[in-house]
């Protein structure tokens, strides 16, 4: 199987900050590679595919990068309604896997 | 707008089979080149991916679950289903529906129902 691991776990931040996690997989995995974001008791909402393709409706100060094994998951002015957990995830192969994600909270 | 409703028992017996039920509104289940998969969470944990079914038939699953489950579709009804027999403490979570794209894309989620597994 292929390992996600995600830094940091954990970060605080304030509304306006801009804001980087990291996501690296176990294996090139080219760049499939989505992103999560979940709020406490709902479900994931899909944020970005092939590493950089914004779902629709996501507003642009999201972002995505990377191919290979190392990603980045960017948040721009960091908004009231960012604050949540997220998660990438491989869909290179089966199964497809998650990162341990990463808790973004006001700081 | 396309709507996934998942249903099914919120508590289930050791040993026993949990079955849910995933309903698709807003969208044919076999209209497409779509996928349609199950993922759980358990509490505090990551996201688990379980398998995707394509209603014409090809069925994936983790292979750390494929001798307990079953995902099958229901034109018929517009939804599809997770069976995952054999339960133990160890499959009680939070599990989602989802659809995915041909390319296995998670584009929709389902709201998530929560099963105990407990005597």
């Known amino acids: 199987d292929i390992q996600m691991t995600q830094s940091p776990s954990s970060l605080s931040a304030s509304v306006g900050d801009r804001v980087t996690i990291t996501c690296r997989a176990s294996q090139g995995i080219s760049n499939y590679v989505a992103w999560f974001q979940q709020k406490p008791g709902k479900a994931p909402k899909s944020l970005i595919y092939?590493?950089?393709s914004l779902q629709g409706g996501v507003p642009s100060r999201f972002s995505g990068s990377g191919s290979g094994t190392d990603f980045t998951l960017t948040i721009n002015t960091l908004q009231p309604e960012d604050f949540a957990t997220y998660y990438c995830q491989q869909y290179n192969s089966h199964p497809f896997t998650f990162g341990p994600g990463t808790r973004v909270d006001i700081k | 707008q396309l709507q996934l409703q998942e249903s099914g028992p919120g508590l289930v017996k050791p040993s026993e089979t949990l079955s849910l039920s995933c309903t698709v509104s807003?969208?044919?289940?076999?209209?497409?080149?779509?996928?349609w998969g199950w993922i759980r969470q358990p509490p505090g944990k990551r996201p688990e991916w379980l398998g995707s079914v394509f209603y014409g038939g090809n069925t994936y699953y983790d292979p750390a679950l494929i001798s307990r489950a079953t995902i099958s579709v229901d034109t018929s009804k517009n939804l599809f289903s997770l069976k995952l027999n054999s339960v133990t403490t160890a499959d009680t979570a939070v599990y989602y529906c989802?659809?995915?794209?041909?390319?296995?894309?998670?584009?929709?989620w389902g709201q998530g129902t929560l099963v105990t597994v407990s005597s």
């Open positions: 807003g969208v044919s289940i076999s209209s497409g080149s779509h996928y």
């Open positions: 092939a590493a950089s």
């Open positions: 989802v659809r995915q794209t041909s390319g296995m894309v998670i584009d929709y």
